[in-house]
Each structure stands twice: as structure tokens, then as C-alpha cells.
């Protein structure tokens, strides 16, 4: 399995490439900027995308969505609760982010869906809370979180459908029930370390 996390743009964005080296398939989470750089390492490990898989709707996720669909043909993948979201964002929101409108989801997924690329399967975990349809991407020893939850930190609920005791459900309920040992990777740079576990969330995290 090929893993890269990718800090990109101006708001401290990770950026995933997820891909089966023996396939040559593969995905982006949150492709938010510097999507040639994306791609440029999608080569170097000889992966076609297939797939760009945003954990929720806010622009400063999808913002390379258009390029990258453009660039590689992929297909756009988001909860069906963020859907809408996904193509309404408002034109002063996208000039102040320099960003393209997004082009429509073309799969719209919820909880217990998955996605596979190669031999590798993502499991949709619905965690809303910091938007309604956030979604986490779960895959043996991994957990990709979006803006749910950061290294010793939470994602926030005062933008529009945000709700903490949403959010801290969507944790505690289906986050923290994953493996200890389950590596977190989260949708922002915001912590001390690039990634945490499940176990150190659950023993560290001042918000839970």
C-alpha cells in the first residue's frame, strides 16, 4: 500500500494518496491545493487516480476538486449529506480561497459504503457533527478523519448544520470504538505531530 500525507494550500490541509502499488490504482482525500504536486507523486509511484474523495463540503477541502477531476479524469465521491454543499458554495467564499467551484459529486456514499482501489477498500464512517454529512475513511490500521478529529483537538461547529453534541457522538461512538492501535490521520496540520492513534485521542485529547 502507498501512503502519503501531503500538506497543502494556505489553511494547513492534509491531503491523502492512497494507492495499491500492484494495480497502480488509487485516491485522493481533500486534494485542497497544489494538486500538480498530487499528481506528480501519483506518478512517481505509477498510480492512476481514480477516485477524489472529500470528507465533507467546506471549501477549503474541495477547493482543487475542479482541477484534479480535470487533470485526471477521477470521479468525485462525498456523503450524500454534503452533496449540495459540494456546488453552493458562494462566489465571495471562492475568490477569498482562490478557488474553482466545485463540478458535482459523482458517487454519493453514506455510513457502511466503500470504496476500493486495488486490493485496498475504504469503509465510510459517517461522523457528522462538524458538517452533516462529514464522513471518515476507515481501512485496517488507518482512519482518515477530515475535520471530525485532529491530533489532541476536535473539529468546530459554528459554521452552518455544525453541532458539538453532534460531533462528540460521532467520536465517542464510532471513532473511539476502531482499534487502539488504529492510526488517526487527521484533515488539518493543527497538532504537535502529523498523526496520532486511537488510544493516545482517547487518553490526550483535552476535549473528550
Excluded: C
Excluded at 37 to 64: C, M, P, Q
Aim: proline share 6%; no cysteine; glycine share 10%.
Amino acid at each position: 500500500m502507498i501512503l502519503r500525507q501531503m500538506q497543502v494550500g494556505n489553511m494547513a490541509v492534509f491531503a491523502y494518496l492512497l494507492g495499491d502499488e500492484e494495480e497502480g490504482t488509487g485516491l485522493v482525500i481533500d486534494p485542497a491545493a497544489d494538486v500538480e504536486a498530487i499528481i506528480d507523486e501519483a506518478k512517481r509511484n505509477n498510480l492512476s487516480i481514480r477516485y477524489i474523495v472529500n470528507t465533507h463540503g467546506h471549501v477549503d477541502h474541495i477547493s482543487g476538486n475542479a482541477k484534479m477531476k480535470k487533470m485526471t479524469g477521477a470521479k468525485i465521491v462525498i456523503h450524500e449529506d454534503d452533496a449540495d454543499m459540494l456546488v453552493s458554495t458562494p462566489l465571495p467564499v471562492l475568490r477569498m480561497f482562490g478557488a474553482e467551484p466545485s463540478p458535482a459529486a459523482d458517487t454519493r456514499v453514506k455510513d457502511g459504503d466503500t470504496l476500493s482501489v486495488g486490493g485496498i477498500t475504504l469503509t465510510v464512517i459517517h461522523t457528522p457533527g462538524h458538517s452533516p454529512g462529514g464522513i471518515s475513511l476507515y481501512t485496517p490500521g488507518y482512519v482518515f478523519t477530515g475535520d471530525t478529529l485532529f491530533v489532541e483537538g476536535v473539529g468546530r461547529t459554528d459554521l452552518p448544520g455544525g453541532s458539538w453534541t453532534v460531533m462528540l457522538r460521532s467520536i465517542e461512538k464510532s471513532l473511539f470504538s476502531l482499534p487502539d492501535d488504529t492510526i488517526v490521520l487527521p484533515g488539518h496540520n493543527y497538532g504537535m505531530r502529523a498523526t496520532s492513534t486511537i488510544a493516545l485521542e482517547k487518553k490526550n485529547n483535552p476535549f473528550l
